[in-house]
């Protein structure tokens, strides 16, 4: 496929809590982002037995529809939408892909948690490593904590060496808490269980990842939410990015103690989309905390999207004028 230069391609990430949607411009020499937006949709909310719930997608279409109307405005050379956990082993999944693809010209595609990852890991990687070279020889383990699941991709430099997607995630670990109630007993329940599936999944990693500590960085909107909590808590509100420091992040989940319900939870920081999940969020970013054994982690505002951009430039010509010659 040739892009031609100055076209616009887009991205649509549907996951199980939220819609994204990334349009990019096609330059010399790479992309640049042109419009973002994310949506609070939860696709997968009611879905536990196997089946999409008819007001959740009625909310997905909704979604895509706005989304349709944005895309109107450009001159889009490809749109790619992908669905991740929030379509994987749904029974009903086809007369919604369907559906879909009616509305947006364009079907859907179901990628494998393995798959996320490794876009993930490009989307996170690629353009954004330190210039220096010393980075070259360096690890790092990108983490997505979604509605869904959580993404961990390992590797070295922008290569990508191990990734796998592990069934947590801040809409899914919901279940710990019934009724909407926030007792210490749920969140700890919350946390263990997250725990223990992200020990297990990291012994499918090599013997290396445990040799040599990775550069931990994380992206998503739960990272990022917890992050700009923990910013608005030290009276930083607005300021560049921080990352998530064990310390502060055991003080807030001791502080979300103070609510009774899940439904209750406020801080400065935190969009009301957010806040239904931040407190099952909290406790499976503590896990990985724990887990990984480390106490701080960057994070990027890059992820899934910016890797299916990636992935498709990469994999595409570029046709430009210059000097009146053709490329």
Known sequence: MILPLGD?????????????????????????????????????????MGDLQHDAQQRALACLSEYKSVLARYRITGLHVVATASLRGVNNAAPFLLAVEALMGVCPRIISGEREAELVYLGVTKGCLPAAEEHVQKTYLVVDVGGGSTELAWGLAEQMHSGISVDVGCLRYLRYFP????????????????????????????????????VVIGCSGTLLAVEQVLIAKAGGAGKASTGIHVNDLRLLA?????????????????????QSVFASGIAIVLALFEVLN??????????????????????????????????
């Open 179 to 214: 009724g909407g109630e926030l007792l210490p007993a749920y969140f700890t329940a919350a946390r263990d269980a997250a725990a223990e599936m992200f020990e297990d999944a990291l012994k499918t990693f090599p013997t290396s990842f445990r040799e040599s500590p990775p």
């Open 294 to 327: 480390i106490d701080t982690m960057a994070l990027s505002q890059h992820g899934l999207r910016e890797g299916i951009i990636e992935n498709c430039f990469a994999n595409s010509g570029v046709m430009f004028q210059q000097g009146g010659q053709q490329q």
């Open 254 to 274: 001791e502080n979300l103690q103070t609510f009774t319900t899940i439904g209750e939870v406020r801080y400065q920081g935190l969009s009301e989309d957010r």
């Open 8 to 48: 616009y391609m887009a991205a649509i990430d549907m996951g199980s809590n939220s819609f994204h949607l990334l349009i990019a411009q096609v330059q010399i020499g790479g992309w640049q982002t042109i419009h973002t937006e994310e949506r609070k949709v939860q696709l997968a909310a009611g879905s536990e």
